[in-house]
């Protein structure tokens, strides 16, 4: 399966020039797919033990619903709305596994009637308003954004701190004529120069300078 899923993604990358595997297309693979690799490694559990469940996908599509009207009809807060709807979730997906390990009704037929359940609870809260549009920006952050600002601003003190420390380091080595620790210092604060400066947000020539200048105190 690993050996066909690498052919696929050579052929892609050679057909498309290298953009199939570029940054950016992984990013938006990754935005797109996320929930239904979440989906796909809970229902791989049920499939281990030979028995299936066939609501799970509109399950998700009538909870998504659901946090969508919460979200833009009734105005709650989103940090109310994801736990209560993930806790719903939790109670409606345990109810067909009751029914299959006590009752003993087959997997098959337990979730094909909350298949049917779902897609018809979907029509029923989507009806009045057809496409919800949700204008919570910490919502669709969940989804659709990419590294939160704070972690951003911390991986920018970390990068400043260590081009201040390897100036401080630097100094001292030269009082000391102790080369080693200066290169290997340096080496770190290239590499946080490449490599954490931009994530952080450090971009122009002026942001590079600034960082050079604080290594070079």
């Given at each position: 399966?690993?050996?066909a899923?690498f ?23 990754l ?15 049920v ?8 609501s ?24 109310v709305v ?12 345990l ?6 390990a ?7 037929v ?18 009045g ?10 919502f ?15 991986a ?25 620790p ?17 994530q ?18």
């Open positions: 399966m690993f050996i899923l052919v696929i993604w050579g052929v892609f990358a050679v057909t498309t020039d290298g953009v199939f595997l570029s940054s950016r297309n992984i990013s938006n693979l935005n797109q797919f996320g929930y239904i690799a979440v989906l796909g490694i809970g229902v791989t559990l499939i281990v033990i030979r028995h299936i469940d066939l799970i996908g509109f399950l998700a599509g009538f909870m998504g619903a659901a946090a969508a009207i919460a979200l833009s009809f009734w105005g709650l807060p989103v940090w994801v736990p209560v709807v993930l806790l719903i979730g939790a109670i409606l997906g109810w067909p596994g009751i029914l299959v006590n009752l003993g009704i087959p997997a098959f337990a979730t094909l009637a909350g298949f049917l359940i779902y897609r018809g609870a979907i029509l029923v809260v989507t009806e308003s057809g496409t919800i549009i949700i204008g919570d920006d910490a669709n952050a969940i989804g659709n954004g990419f590294i939160p600002d704070p972690f951003r601003a911390v920018r003190q970390a990068s400043a701190d260590l081009a201040v420390g390897c100036g401080g380091h630097r100094a001292a080595d030269l009082q000391r004529n102790q080369r080693a200066q290169q290997g210092c340096l080496w770190l604060r290239d590499s946080a120069a490449k490599h954490l400066l931009p952080a947000g450090f971009h122009g020539p002026a942001d590079r300078r600034a960082g050079v200048g604080a290594g070079q105190l």
